[in-house]
């Protein structure tokens, strides 16, 4: 196949690993609520959504490690320089095994931070504590693992990541119920099965890396001048503290709207948790296209095609909102069940009930944002990315001040939606140069 060459098939070639690969990832993330949900004890279901949201924190802020990754060796895969594409590998992938030690290191720390911020019910943040005392030891894991992901994406080597995340979640999900519904260890059983899960995927990664690098790199060694080389770590220094500013103030986000659901009690911090689970769908799923941007416009921008670059943009998009447009339609018709499926708390159900428009609404509302997302990351326009979540992120408090107290929970929600419009116009508004550029 023609790598220069940007057509809607090429567009589904990269994508279609990616989304069922993503698929994967929300499916985790609704058998850990379905299997807790169905202890029938809403605290254990807020405990998973406050623990994962501390790892959002943690593991997100430095995801950097993938979308930086994937950046610069998509961008020194289009211009031909493959001995970069390896030195960008490897300064990542050294990165995020210090950082997960440095992290590994502070997890007093981190937890009492984290419960001093976090407004949950005593049983909640006792049960979330434990949840988080067990997945920390998967940090070095977890973010060195990010690097091999962004690695194979910069190479458009979409069906090794799909094979290495069926991988990590299908080993996840069989483990949740041996240890949960099996040894009966609730929350401690969901932290153990994903450290173990990262750990198999991570060695299963690093081998197809090495393969891959041996064939088409020239070894595996590397002059360490060219993995010093000042320019490139400096290059890589901007785009990621960028990166990880943007991602900061994303997951703060996210993290506001866990933490405000649960200032309203268990009962919404759950139909919250649950309702998330949809979004995080949408999400991952409308991010293949995303993510299928980041690898053709930096191949792009690195081959100096700028015709390319619009093509990649226009298909990108068309396939995206398409992808929105059916996500959509399968929440008007499955939503409700799949509720009663995750959870078997009443009160819980009743109240899901109530806000799954928004849910339904989610996917064409933030599909443009994801996809403007994937084409600035592509690009390393990291600067751009930065400023616009920014803006973004005020513009999300003001409309939570505004909303939450007329419409509580449902102004919570519409503050969210507004957000992922921001986001869109903001990003929009640096397109024209980038394309110019």
């Given amino acids: 196949m023609n790598h220069s060459l940007v057509t809607r098939n090429r567009v589904l070639y990269i994508a279609w690993p990616i ?26 279901i807020g405990a998973i959504a406050i623990g994962s949201m501390i790892f959002s924190f943690l593991y997100w802020g430095f995801g950097f490690l993938r979308m930086g990754t994937t950046g610069l060796v998509s961008q020194a895969r289009g211009s031909g320089d493959e001995t970069e594409a390896k030195a960008a590998f490897y300064r990542a992938f050294l990165t995020g095994v210090f950082i997960g030690l440095v992290l590994l290191a502070l997890q007093a720390p981190i937890a009492t931070l984290a419960f001093s911020i976090i407004e949950g019910s005593d049983a909640v943040e006792k049960a979330a504590l434990t949840y988080m005392q067990i997945r920390i030891w998967g940090a070095p894991l977890s973010l060195s693992y990010l690097a091999i992901i962004g690695y194979l994406l910069g190479q458009q080597d979409t069906r090794a990541i799909l094979i290495l995340q069926f991988l990590l979640n ?11 519904v099996g040894l009966g260890f609730d929350v401690a059983g969901i932290a153990a099965a994903t450290v173990i899960a990262e750990s198999l995927a991570l060695f299963a990664g690093l081998a197809m890396v090495i393969t891959r690098i041996r064939k088409g ?80 416009v930096g191949n792009a921008i690195g081959a100096k095609n700028k015709q390319q670059i619009k ?3 226009r298909y990108t998009t068309e396939l995206g909102l398409a992808t929105a447009a059916l996500v959509s339609t399968c929440f008007v018709l499955v939503g409700g069940p799949v509720t009663d499926i995750l959870t078997n708390v009443v009160e819980v159900r009743e109240s899901a ?12 509302v933030s599909v443009w ?9 592509g690009a ?29 929970n449902h102004g919570l929600w519409a503050s969210l939606m507004l957000y992922f419009i921001s986001r869109a116009l903001t990003l929009s508004y640096y397109l024209p140069r980038l394309i110019s550029q």
């Fill in 19 to 44: 989304i069922l690969s993503n698929i994967s990832t929300p499916l985790l993330g609704l058998v850990d609520t379905a299997v807790i949900g169905n202890l029938g004890d809403p605290t254990l």
């Fill in 353 to 364: 009930r109530i806000y799954l428009p928004w849910v339904v609404a989610a996917p064409i």
């Fill in 170 to 180: 299908f080993v996840n999900i069989i483990l949740d119920f041996v240890f949960v």
């Fill in 217 to 296: 790199h020239g070894g595996l060694a590397i002059n360490a001048d060219r993995l010093k080389d000042a320019q490139a770590l400096k290059r890589m220094f901007v785009v990621n503290r960028d990166i990880m500013i943007r991602t900061l103030c994303l997951i703060f986000a996210f993290a506001w709207f866990t933490n405000e659901g649960a200032k309203s009690g268990d009962i919404l911090l759950a139909t919250n948790a649950i309702l998330m689970q949809f979004v995080t769908f949408s999400a991952f799923f409308l991010d293949g296209f995303a993510l299928a941007a980041e690898s053709l």
């Fill in 380 to 408: 390393t326009r990291t600067r751009e990315m930065r400023n616009a979540m920014i803006v973004s992120l005020f513009f999300y408090m003001l409309f939570w001040w505004l909303l939450v107290d007329l419409y509580a």
């Fill in 369 to 377: 944002c994801y996809l403007l997302d994937g084409i600035f990351i």
């Fill in 311 to 313: 093509v990649s943009i």
